[in-house]
């Protein structure tokens, strides 16, 4: 079946800092590819988002984007602050349902 | 503001009772889902809705139940089969699993039992 694998937190950087977080996946056919994000004691929130290979999406400085041949859509920015501290999921829809990868946690330190 | 509203945000259960949570929506959104999260596990699906009156089991349905007697509203129920219960809950809401599939969140509902 789909499933997604992230790389596992938690991950702590300075202001400033270049983040990479990495999610590969598995799946059938040409899913959808997403980026949610959970701010402490929330519910989560699309971060961005790409539907087909070679798409890129961006939001808020982060960019990802969709590269088919590696099965890949690792989660970017230049310059994190400390407000981008939080949970991050990488999730795929296929033909079905959205499948979550495990989260990865992080932190920024000023 | 239109968007997703659960209730309670934090409820405490003796072990053996039966809880439901709420979740309302006011987005007009056709498919609801039922999520739980525990550390390092990223969420696993509970139910989830595609039209009112109908529902499917996920992943993880066994010691819930649900019902969908209304396109707004989506309870979750906890039941005291449940053998870990102690966990966050998100219900999410979408246009239909036909889409891009972009789940829109409530704030999550913890429940502890005790």
């Known amino acids: 079946g789909d499933s997604v694998t992230q790389m596992e937190g938690p991950v702590t950087l300075s202001e400033e800092a270049f983040l990479t977080i990495n999610c590969t996946y598995t799946?059938?056919?040409?899913?959808?590819l997403f980026w949610y994000v959970q701010y402490p004691g929330e519910g989560l929130q699309l971060l961005l988002k790409?539907?087909?290979?070679?798409d890129k999406g961006s939001n808020k400085g982060f960019e990802a984007t969709y590269r088919k041949e590696t099965t890949s859509f690792h989660l970017e920015k230049g310059s994190v602050q400390v407000s981008d501290s939080a949970v991050y999921f990488c999730?795929?829809?296929?033909?079905?349902?959205?499948?979550f990868g495990q989260g990865t946690r992080l932190t920024i330190n000023p | 503001d239109g968007g997703i509203t659960q209730s309670p945000k934090y409820l405490f259960r003796k072990e053996g009772q039966n809880v439901t949570l709420s979740c309302e929506q006011n987005?007009?959104?056709?498919?609801m889902y039922w999520y739980r999260q525990d550390p390092g596990q990223g969420l696993r699906l509970i139910y989830y809705?595609?039209?009112?009156?109908?529902?499917q089991k996920g992943d993880i349905a066994e010691g819930y139940s649900v019902s969908r007697e209304k396109k707004e509203s989506f309870p979750l129920t906890v039941t005291s089969a449940q053998k870990n219960p102690t966990a966050f809950y998100l219900c999410?809401?979408?246009?239909?699993?036909?889409?891009?599939?972009?789940?829109?969140f409530g704030e999550g509902s913890r429940l502890t039992v005790l």
């Open positions: 987005l007009n959104h056709d498919a």
């Open positions: 799946a059938t056919g040409y899913p959808s």
């Open positions: 999410a809401s979408s246009t239909g699993t036909g889409s891009t599939g972009e789940l829109f």
């Open positions: 790409a539907t087909k290979a070679d």
């Open positions: 809705s595609q039209i009112v009156n109908d529902f």
């Open positions: 999730a795929l829809k296929g033909a079905q349902k959205l499948v």
